[in-house]
């Protein structure tokens, strides 16, 4: 699919396959999703500019960004300093990388539901699983969506 | 007939807070106007400690401390973006929206089946929590009036749960028994204090007063209110304010202004002479815009640049609307130009009706807290004591400065203040 020319930009799909943001001179700036299964009838004209915004935000008022404070996310792509889309209305589901609340602090990581058990999970073996307890004050704050790194 | 909807967030100020702050999830919380530190805002834990809406924070200081509240000062921004989010959360359920103060919408929800009431009020709230972290109660009724009682039920009874649908009138009566005449939408202090003279303390009492009597002490807004208790609507859905004409106040400057209190005297007297056709008009504005341009022959050295900002709630009180006009033009002045015309739109106009006119009350705590909020908005963007000539009233000495000074980040409106996570 649309996946010539050479990347602009590190725009990943948090944790799973990434986008890319392809540019070839002359011609309009294309944007695919490399897993796609079918090949997007926008993708085969262009009308007016392409709105990032638009792409990474398919819930404006359930959308907000979070900035990266740590390493614990490193193996899935998730950088200090990273700005994280993260989508409130999208539910949260097994594997995905997600903003949590644990005892009053925001923290990303990737969800895990097994068995009736919850655990966060860190992707960076210097950092523990965090299997939530009863007793704890949990809560999901969100889904992340999408990653915007600076190289 | 119509069924309204109102939808208030909870303790709105205190819970923008808490969505990007959830350690304070329980913890009492106050939020100030910065002006002159009165709480605008206070957390459920608060208002069981008796520190009441607009009380000066200084007064409260043992309190605070010997409960360890958490005080913020107003966080403009925050709340703006907040608000937005919310209607626009809402605005997908029903397109017959009446964005009426910064933290409430009425809906029209007629087409909702009377049945599913409940459950839809239910699906607002939990939706609009989901995608906000902002909690909200709901109150269905026939009038903006009783919709506005049913809300204030929804959060004090545990059986509702933060829902009431009071379209039934078979449980008006105790429902306006459980209101304070105080707490009936329009009637302020003075009104109340009076009514109750008259041995006339809820709502009910209101609603079965003598007719003539009430129109003779209160007006024409006395019986209106009457019919509103009695679910007789009298004041509908105000749709679109925004696509009611703007109102529009800007001039060429004769000699190019280069001097930038020049400038800010010229926006200032747009702004109020803008804030003045509102209240000729009976309007209020939603939005402030302000433009600036420097001589477009001169096409090497042009600039132009426009800002709006919202108002913290529909209004036409001159310092406010000449404030937002400052605080934008503050955010988009290039000191080293040569200006040819400036000027301001007001857009978002609504009806003052419910706002102003139905306010019996000159001195309605909640206004004035939230007018104090934007006047803390433009001091902090335009530097200490920008309005202190419409605030040097309100405390001229500020004792609690510099005691309770925090303000959060402005966390969804600059990259550089997002929120951190590990
Ligand atoms: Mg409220």
Known sequence: MARKGKTLSGIWKAGEEHLQVAAQVGRPIFFSRVQAGFPSPADDYVEGRLDLNAHLVRHPAATFFVRVAGDSMINAGIRPDDILVVDRSLDAADRRVVIAVIDGELTVKRLRMQNGRISLMAENPDYPDIEIQPSMAFEIWGVVTHVIHAF | ?422
């Not at chain 2, 206070?42 to 005080?71: A, C």
């Not at chain 2, 807004?221 to 109102?247: A, F």
């Not at chain 2, 106009?349 to 705590?365: I, N």
């Open chain 2, 1 to 422: 007939m119509t069924v309204f909807a109102i939808v208030d967030c909870n303790n709105f100020y205190v819970s923008c807070e808490r969505v990007f702050n959830p350690a304070l999830n329980g913890k009492p919380v106050i939020v100030l106007s910065n002006n002159d530190g009165c709480a605008v805002a206070r957390s459920n834990e608060v208002k069981k400690l008796g520190i009441g809406m607009g009380s000066p924070v200084f007064k409260q200081k043992d309190t605070i401390e010997k409960h360890g509240i958490h005080v913020f000062s107003s966080n403009y921004a925050l709340y703006g973006d907040m608000s937005r989010r919310v209607v626009q959360v809402l605005s997908e359920f029903s397109q017959d929206l009446e964005v009426y103060s910064i933290d409430e919408s009425f809906l029209d929800i007629s087409r909702v089946r009377p049945d599913r009431r409940t459950a839809f009020g239910r699906t607002l709230m939990a939706t609009v929590k989901k995608f906000t972290g902002i909690p909200v109660s709901v109150g269905m009724a026939r009038t903006k009036t009783l919709s506005k009682i049913a809300v204030r039920l929804a959060k004090k009874s545990a059986k509702a749960d933060g829902v009431l649908d009071l379209t039934d009138p078979r449980h008006h009566d105790r429902a306006l028994e459980l209101t304070p005449v105080d707490d009936v939408w329009g009637v302020g202090w003075r009104y109340a204090k009076f009514l109750k003279v008259y041995g006339i303390a809820n709502a009910r009492q209101l609603r079965d007063a003598d007719r003539t009597f009430i129109r003779k002490k209160m007006g024409v807004n006395g019986t209106r209110l009457i019919d509103e208790l009695k679910g007789v609507s009298c004041y509908p859905l105000d749709r679109n304010p925004s696509q009611k004409k703007n109102i529009t106040v800007s001039r060429s400057f004769g000699h190019a202004v280069t001097n930038l209190d020049g400038l800010r005297e010229a926006v200032t007297s747009y702004a109020a002479r803008g804030a003045e056709k509102l209240r000729r008009e009976k309007l209020t504005a939603g939005l402030v815009t302000v433009f600036i341009m420097t001589d477009r022959f001169k096409p090497e050295s042009f600039y132009y640049n426009t800002k709006t900002l919202r108002l913290a709630a529909p209004t036409s009180n001159s310092p406010e609307i000449i404030g937002a006009a400052l605080a934008g033009l503050a955010e988009i002045l290039r000191p080293d130009s040569l200006y040819k015309k400036a000027g301001i739109y007001l857009t978002e106009l609504g009806p003052a009706s419910m706002v102003q006119t139905v306010l019996f009350d000159p001195v309605d705590r909640e206004r004035s807290a939230r007018l104090m909020a934007s006047l803390d908005a433009i001091n902090t963007a335009m530097g200490k004591n920008t309005l202190t000539y419409a605030s040097a009233g309100l405390s001229p000495s500020r004792p609690w400065h510099g005691m309770f000074n925090h303000r959060s980040p402005a966390w969804t409106t600059r990259w550089d203040q997002l929120p951190r996570v590990k």
